[in-house]
Protein backbone atom coordinates (compact mmCIF):
# COMPACT_ATOMS: atom_id res chain seq x y z
CA UNK A 1 0.00 0.00 0.00
CA UNK A 2 1.17 3.28 -0.49
CA UNK A 3 1.75 5.82 2.19
CA UNK A 4 -1.69 8.01 1.27
CA UNK A 5 -3.61 4.75 1.39
CA UNK A 6 -2.33 3.87 4.74
CA UNK A 7 -2.85 7.17 5.83
CA UNK A 8 -6.82 6.59 4.55
CA UNK A 9 -7.63 3.91 6.41
CA UNK A 10 -6.16 4.51 9.58
CA UNK A 11 -7.95 8.00 9.73
CA UNK A 12 -11.65 5.68 8.63
CA UNK A 13 -10.58 3.02 11.15
CA UNK A 14 -9.84 6.42 14.19
CA UNK A 15 -13.44 7.56 13.43
CA UNK A 16 -14.99 4.54 14.02
CA UNK A 17 -13.03 2.75 16.45
CA UNK A 18 -12.79 6.19 18.90
CA UNK A 19 -15.61 8.38 17.79
CA UNK A 20 -18.75 6.99 15.94
CA UNK A 21 -18.96 3.28 15.37
CA UNK A 22 -22.64 3.58 15.15
CA UNK A 23 -22.47 5.52 11.86
CA UNK A 24 -20.72 2.10 9.90
CA UNK A 25 -22.91 0.09 12.33
CA UNK A 26 -20.94 -1.69 14.66
CA UNK A 27 -20.95 -2.12 18.48
CA UNK A 28 -17.20 -1.81 20.50
CA UNK A 29 -17.35 -4.14 23.83
CA UNK A 30 -16.36 -2.06 26.52
CA UNK A 31 -13.08 -2.55 26.43
CA UNK A 32 -13.27 -0.84 22.64
CA UNK A 33 -13.18 -4.45 20.90
CA UNK A 34 -14.71 -5.13 17.41
CA UNK A 35 -14.49 -8.86 15.81
CA UNK A 36 -12.08 -8.03 12.74
CA UNK A 37 -14.70 -9.88 10.65
CA UNK A 38 -17.66 -7.51 11.69
CA UNK A 39 -15.26 -4.10 10.87
CA UNK A 40 -13.89 -5.93 7.50
CA UNK A 41 -18.40 -6.87 6.98
CA UNK A 42 -19.02 -3.02 7.91
CA UNK A 43 -16.54 -1.58 5.51
CA UNK A 44 -17.57 -3.58 2.84
CA UNK A 45 -20.92 -2.39 3.37
CA UNK A 46 -19.58 1.33 2.90
CA UNK A 47 -18.10 0.67 0.09
CA UNK A 48 -14.60 1.62 1.61
CA UNK A 49 -12.90 -2.38 0.61
CA UNK A 50 -10.46 -3.16 2.89
CA UNK A 51 -8.87 -6.49 2.77
CA UNK A 52 -7.63 -8.25 5.72
CA UNK A 53 -4.15 -7.96 4.48
CA UNK A 54 -4.45 -4.61 4.22
CA UNK A 55 -5.95 -3.74 7.57
CA UNK A 56 -2.91 -6.02 9.18
CA UNK A 57 -0.30 -3.42 7.09
CA UNK A 58 -2.14 -0.76 8.15
CA UNK A 59 -2.09 -1.63 12.15
CA UNK A 60 1.24 -2.94 11.80
CA UNK A 61 3.10 0.35 9.62
CA UNK A 62 0.71 3.41 10.87
CA UNK A 63 3.36 5.67 13.02
CA UNK A 64 2.11 5.98 16.30
CA UNK A 65 0.31 2.28 16.65
CA UNK A 66 -3.20 3.21 17.21
CA UNK A 67 -4.78 0.47 16.55
CA UNK A 68 -4.21 -3.68 18.23
CA UNK A 69 -5.44 -6.55 16.70
CA UNK A 70 -5.41 -9.74 18.97
CA UNK A 71 -7.20 -12.80 19.15
CA UNK A 72 -9.05 -12.07 16.44
CA UNK A 73 -10.06 -8.72 17.56
CA UNK A 74 -9.34 -4.84 16.88
CA UNK A 75 -9.62 -2.22 19.12
CA UNK A 76 -7.92 1.91 19.03
CA UNK A 77 -5.26 2.16 21.80
CA UNK A 78 -6.36 5.44 23.21
CA UNK A 79 -8.49 8.62 22.19
CA UNK A 80 -11.95 7.83 22.37
CA UNK A 81 -14.49 10.05 22.85
CA UNK A 82 -17.33 7.01 23.52
CA UNK A 83 -17.16 5.86 26.77
CA UNK A 84 -14.48 2.50 26.92
CA UNK A 85 -12.63 0.79 29.60
CA UNK A 86 -9.66 0.18 28.23
CA UNK A 87 -8.03 -1.95 31.27
CA UNK A 88 -4.83 0.57 31.82
CA UNK A 89 -3.29 -0.24 35.27
CA UNK A 90 -2.12 2.70 36.98
CA UNK A 91 1.95 3.33 36.55
CA UNK A 92 4.61 5.75 38.11
CA UNK A 93 5.28 8.59 35.44
CA UNK A 94 8.45 9.80 34.40
CA UNK A 95 9.69 12.94 36.54
CA UNK A 96 8.57 14.98 33.70
CA UNK A 97 6.20 14.96 30.64
CA UNK A 98 5.24 16.72 27.56
CA UNK A 99 2.18 18.69 26.41
CA UNK A 100 2.21 19.97 22.59
CA UNK A 101 -0.76 22.36 21.90
CA UNK A 102 -0.66 25.41 19.77
CA UNK A 103 -0.35 28.99 21.06
CA UNK A 104 -3.97 30.01 20.99
CA UNK A 105 -4.19 27.83 23.76
CA UNK A 106 -2.33 29.19 25.97
CA UNK A 107 -4.14 31.48 27.48
CA UNK A 108 -6.13 29.16 28.93
CA UNK A 109 -4.44 26.82 29.73
CA UNK A 110 -2.46 29.17 32.28
CA UNK A 111 -5.90 29.95 34.00
CA UNK A 112 -7.30 26.53 34.07
CA UNK A 113 -4.94 23.67 33.49
CA UNK A 114 -5.33 21.17 30.73
CA UNK A 115 -8.24 19.47 30.43
CA UNK A 116 -9.55 16.65 28.36
CA UNK A 117 -11.97 18.05 25.88
CA UNK A 118 -14.17 16.17 23.86
CA UNK A 119 -11.45 12.79 25.13
CA UNK A 120 -11.53 11.10 28.27
CA UNK A 121 -8.03 11.91 29.33
CA UNK A 122 -5.22 14.55 28.90
CA UNK A 123 -2.91 12.88 26.48
CA UNK A 124 0.64 13.94 27.69
CA UNK A 125 4.15 12.49 25.38
CA UNK A 126 6.97 10.86 26.52
CA UNK A 127 9.29 13.10 24.73
CA UNK A 128 9.88 16.71 23.78
CA UNK A 129 9.60 16.20 20.10
CA UNK A 130 6.61 14.06 20.10
CA UNK A 131 4.96 16.68 21.87
CA UNK A 132 6.22 19.19 18.81
CA UNK A 133 4.11 17.13 16.42
CA UNK A 134 0.83 17.14 18.50
CA UNK A 135 0.93 20.63 19.04
CA UNK A 136 1.75 21.22 14.93
CA UNK A 137 -1.73 19.94 14.32
CA UNK A 138 -3.56 23.08 15.41
CA UNK A 139 -1.20 25.88 14.28
CA UNK A 140 2.65 27.28 15.95
CA UNK A 141 2.91 24.25 18.88
CA UNK A 142 4.06 25.22 21.79
CA UNK A 143 5.44 22.83 24.16
CA UNK A 144 4.55 22.60 28.02
CA UNK A 145 6.37 20.14 30.62
CA UNK A 146 4.60 18.90 33.37
CA UNK A 147 5.78 18.14 36.82
CA UNK A 148 4.46 14.36 36.22
CA UNK A 149 6.36 12.97 39.56
CA UNK A 150 4.92 16.46 41.88
CA UNK A 151 1.42 15.17 40.31
CA UNK A 152 1.72 11.61 41.44
CA UNK A 153 3.00 12.85 44.95
CA UNK A 154 -0.30 14.61 44.99
CA UNK A 155 -2.66 11.97 43.97
CA UNK A 156 -2.87 12.07 40.34
CA UNK A 157 -3.02 8.71 38.92
CA UNK A 158 -1.33 8.41 35.39
CA UNK A 159 -1.72 5.72 32.77
CA UNK A 160 0.11 4.94 29.52
CA UNK A 161 -1.84 3.53 26.71
CA UNK A 162 -0.16 0.87 24.72
CA UNK A 163 1.35 3.31 22.61
CA UNK A 164 2.98 4.83 24.83
CA UNK A 165 1.27 8.11 24.99
CA UNK A 166 0.33 8.66 28.99
CA UNK A 167 -2.96 9.53 30.32
CA UNK A 168 -4.32 11.54 33.29
CA UNK A 169 -7.47 13.33 33.83
CA UNK A 170 -6.30 16.54 34.26
CA UNK A 171 -3.52 19.07 34.63
CA UNK A 172 -3.08 21.82 37.47
CA UNK A 173 -1.82 24.71 36.40
CA UNK A 174 1.01 24.43 38.66
CA UNK A 175 1.97 21.56 37.77
CA UNK A 176 2.72 23.51 34.26
CA UNK A 177 6.05 24.93 33.24
CA UNK A 178 5.20 27.13 29.89
CA UNK A 179 7.97 28.32 27.73
CA UNK A 180 9.25 31.81 28.15
C1 LIG B 1 -6.11 21.88 24.31
C2 LIG B 1 -3.42 12.81 18.44
C3 LIG B 1 -7.97 25.41 26.07
C4 LIG B 1 -5.01 20.87 24.18
C5 LIG B 1 -2.19 13.46 18.99
C6 LIG B 1 -5.23 20.39 22.76
C7 LIG B 1 -2.23 13.11 20.45
C8 LIG B 1 -7.04 23.34 26.08
C9 LIG B 1 -6.73 20.48 22.57
C10 LIG B 1 -3.70 12.89 20.71
C11 LIG B 1 -7.20 23.25 27.48
C12 LIG B 1 -7.43 19.14 22.64
C13 LIG B 1 -4.27 13.94 21.60
C14 LIG B 1 -7.78 24.35 28.14
C15 LIG B 1 -6.30 21.44 26.80
N1 LIG B 1 -8.15 25.41 27.39
N2 LIG B 1 -7.42 24.41 25.38
N3 LIG B 1 -7.98 24.36 29.47
N4 LIG B 1 -6.74 22.06 27.90
N5 LIG B 1 -6.47 22.20 25.71
O1 LIG B 1 -6.86 16.48 19.99
O2 LIG B 1 -3.49 16.40 23.15
O3 LIG B 1 -3.53 11.28 15.76
O4 LIG B 1 -8.22 16.28 22.14
O5 LIG B 1 -3.75 21.45 24.36
O6 LIG B 1 -1.02 13.03 18.34
O7 LIG B 1 -3.95 17.66 20.95
O8 LIG B 1 -5.50 11.14 17.28
O9 LIG B 1 -5.77 16.47 22.28
O10 LIG B 1 -4.60 21.21 21.82
O11 LIG B 1 -1.51 11.99 20.80
O12 LIG B 1 -3.75 9.35 17.32
O13 LIG B 1 -7.21 21.29 23.65
O14 LIG B 1 -4.34 12.95 19.45
O15 LIG B 1 -3.22 11.49 18.17
O16 LIG B 1 -7.11 18.43 21.48
O17 LIG B 1 -4.04 15.22 21.03
P1 LIG B 1 -7.07 16.85 21.41
P2 LIG B 1 -4.23 16.53 21.87
P3 LIG B 1 -4.05 10.76 17.06
Not at 25 to 35: N, R
Amino acid sequence: MDDRRVVKVSKYLSRHLRHDPQRIGIELDAQGWVDVDVLLAALERQRFRVTRAELDEVVERNDKRRFTIRDGRIRANQGHTVEVDLGLEPLDPPAELFHGTAEGFVDAIRAEGLKAMARHDVHLSPDYATAVRVGSRRGRPVVLVVDAAGMAAEGHVFFRSDNGVWLTESVPPWAIAFPE
